[in-house]
């Protein structure tokens, strides 16, 4: 099994630019989710999906969007790309049921830049 | 709404010397709890697991930590550390009974372990 994985790893944007970072999971699980983690604020959630087709939003979604067509996939999408949203963005999945439901798995992370 | 405390935001050790490190989380129902570490440039691995049953549990790499229901403490220790433990570490935690089970972090303890 490969896990999470995420691409890019690096990518930098100029500001009003969009792009979506990409996230894949071949361990059947259920949830997903995204973080964005900037130093020492730890991890901040900006979406989640309980499964394929539903998302919903984490503390701070504004400038973001998701979606979730199939159980594996949970693309994060930037509209117009903000130096606010300069950050590492982590992908997570959980199997969303007992008994170990809520134990995260990341994703190596993209750390973006925008100038 | 639930939240996670670590105290330390920086430790600095000699190699051998024993660790711990604070965890304190508001929610008064069940929980699960969580303590995930980050080595540098590295994504978030789990390190160890509290669901249910005995209170002290162990981890990888020498780690453990005890839940403490009274004290809403899930502390983390390691008699001797090393260098190669020299991380970020993240305490995180699940009230079980709050339907969508979003995983809430701390904002770290930066582990500097010197030869």
């Known amino acids: 099994n490969a896990g999470v994985t995420q691409t890019p790893k690096f990518r930098i944007l100029k500001i009003g630019q969009s792009m979506t970072l990409q996230c894949t999971q071949d361990?059947?699980?259920?949830?997903m989710y995204w973080y964005r983690q900037d130093p020492g604020m730890g991890l901040k959630l900006i979406y989640y999906s309980v499964g394929a087709g539903i998302t919903d939003k984490g503390e701070v979604p504004n400038g973001y969007n998701v979606s979730r067509s199939t159980t594996e996939d949970f693309p994060l999408r930037l509209e117009l790309a903000a130096p606010s949203q300069t950050s590492v963005y982590f992908c997570a999945s959980s199997l969303g049921r007992q008994p170990s439901y809520n134990e995260q798995f990341f994703g190596p992370g993209t750390r973006l830049t925008v100038l | 709404a639930q939240s996670v405390s670590q105290h330390n935001h920086h430790v600095i050790l000699s190699e051998a010397a024993s660790l711990e490190l604070g965890c304190n989380y508001s929610y008064g129902g069940t929980v699960n709890l969580f303590w995930y570490v980050q080595y540098p440039g590295q994504h978030l691995q789990l390190l160890l697991k509290y669901f249910s049953g005995d209170p002290l549990v162990k981890g990888i790499k020498g780690f453990e930590a005890e839940f403490i229901k009274s004290k809403f403490s899930f502390n983390l220790r390691k008699p001797s550390v090393q260098w190669s433990d020299t991380a970020e570490y993240f305490c995180?935690?699940?009230?079980?009974?709050?339907?969508?089970?979003?995983?809430?972090f701390g904002t770290g303890t930066r582990l500097l372990v010197s030869p």
């Open positions: 995180a935690v699940n009230g079980v009974n709050t339907g969508f089970q979003k995983l809430v």
């Open positions: 361990m059947n699980h259920n949830y």
